[in-house]
């Protein structure tokens, strides 16, 4: 590693009318930079972020006054007024502050170069690092805070922003996606407006992206567009409670949308110990002129290359348990479910809840969380019994755990009372799911030792287990820490936080091949803070296929497929009485990660004759789809009936579409979808996948130019040609384009 002092090499210098010595600091990507000026004991501002400068481009903004404060701090002239990054109450009782630059440090590591600077108040011994961390080779550029308090006693920290970013005002539209359980991932876009501000915020308090999400983009031109204009996105990379504000103020001297994000302070003010340092969670920024799935491109490449855990890995096809069988099972059962899923060209099994308790059975949702030991009246040969079985059938093996829970029925709360989350005065309030269940204080170290336990006990005795599902039913329903003292239970939620990642941590360091996924009753953790210690999240309790392709494009906007858990459901499932044909709903879980949801033994021998064929075609796209680029081409929330999508290797010789019918009217006229992405002077050869047609598609081991198809599309019959009148409903097509010599 290469330290080296910055105060002479900045990419620009200048005397200002002032007299200070101005530096511009230029943090760049391949493709884009920030420019910040940072005169030494003056203001640190921000100048610029979009398109990479040149040398030239630096020259002119020497001079420059730049847009705003890069973290405007409350107490000072315009910053009483304004909305401020941080907002801080002294020893005395003052509230203000005034941060300027002291130095400017940069770092070199093998990926990406890291520049700090210093900022210090100007009257207390105060201190405020800005840090930057932009990668060499994906354009994103992580943006975090490190507050340090060398006052003499504690400083109250009321507002601690992650970072801010001024946005240049015009038609900005702002993207962001917004749901409920069971309808995650919507997206919603609007144009910004003067006057308004928009407040994307969380208070789940254990999970966080089953409403609002912690990541936007800005589409800077306009009415947002998928693979044209520029656009900003932005990604709060952290597990817990957040708050994002998109400000516009409408004075003289506000040409900008002002942008910050970090931990929500809400009920969160933090005291900050004498030598205290308070690190924030990281807020990625990209910048793409290839509109929104080019934004979606590079946060694509950076979280599989350095945020995802195993991002490198092709993920296994599996089958999990849950919606074939819920509780209802037995060591037959789960034998017979991994001989199906071995026959259909499966590669894992999931046994999801239902497989533990000691005195009390887990048979229900109301008990048993945290007693991890194995019911022998459901398993007699415990879990050995179904690791032999998995063995016997040459798959892998995984398992459902919940460890940050318990229930009121539970051997571990009559043991420990004292561990969970329980405002003392009023007594416990427990919730969730069965009415009983009751979150576990991960504040507490001995909490912490337990659940990394959990884990560990189940690896130490059985380390061939694969994989593991992560669960977590439950939110802060009831403020109190038994374990934190009385002044500081302000701290919970982000002492909750800090001891899930030490947690985490501690399981990556010991048993960093194993794969672990993030549930979250369905899609609670897709977040890039929750992401670097499992290597996918399930996105949905709901396996719909018609409501999946509008939650999947939604998350799709910031999260790669490799992550996104995505199952074929049976009909009806859980949740609806759509019975939606099994073709489409094959479709529709081939652009994610694939997997199985649904009791084999239910399926008739053409229906799993189908997803063997679909199993087996996946396992050929599988490294386009999970290592590939995404090109949204017609969205779902556009209502022009059907939605499509393409992923493209990054060498640009392979790629797969997608196109499904979201609008059921006979005769409806749909567009030809343009595809996007290809190499305009390749041939590409076109083969339909998973087909159900009896004829073949008109462009069946036809070769295209990618020209063409990126002008023209292909044209796609709107129904399968099998039974006209039952199967033009759900008609859906996923083909496989194969570059092929002249
Ligand atoms: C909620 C999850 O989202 C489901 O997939 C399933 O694992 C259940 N919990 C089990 O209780």
Redo the contacts with the bound molecule.
Sequence with gaps: MNLKKLMTSLAGMCLLAGGLLAQNVCVSTPNTSLLLKAPKGGELRILYYGQKLTDADLKTFEADWGMDAAYPAYGQDWNCMKETAIAVKHPDGNLTLQLVVDEVLTTDTDHATETCIRLKDKLYPFYVNLCYRAYNDVDIIEAWTEITNCEKKPVVLNQFASAYLPIRRGDVWLSHLYGSWANEGQLVQEPLMPGATVVIKDKDGVRNSHAAHAEVMFSLDGRPRENEGRVIGAALCYGGNYKLRVETYDNDFHDFHGFFAGINEENSAYTLEKDETFVTPVLALTYSNEGLSGASRNFHRWGREYKLANGDKLRKILL?S??AVYFDFNQEIMDQMMADIAEMGGELFVM???WFGGKYKRNT?NCALGDWVVNTEKLPEGIEGLLADAKKHGIKFGI?I?PEMTNTISELYEKHPDWVLEEPHRGILPGG?GGTQLVLDLSNPEVQDFVFGVVDNLMTKYPEIDYI?W?A?MSITNHGSQYLPADRQSHLYIEYHRGLEKVCQRIRAKYPNLTMQA????GGRANWGILPYFDEF?AS?NTDALQRVYMQWGTSYFFPAIAMASHIGGVPNQLTFRVIPLKYRIDVAMSGRLGLEIQPKNMTDEEKALCKQAISEYKIIRPVVQQGDIYRLLSPYDKLGAASLMYVSPTKDKAVFYWWKTEHFMNQHLPRVPMAGLDANKLYKVHELNRIDNEPLSCEGKVYSGAYLMANGLELPYNHKVDYQKQSDYASRVLYLEAVED
Excluded: V
């Design positions: 999990n849950w919606e999801d809840d239902g949702d459902w919940e799911r599902k669960d039913n549930c979250a009753s369905g399930w309790d």
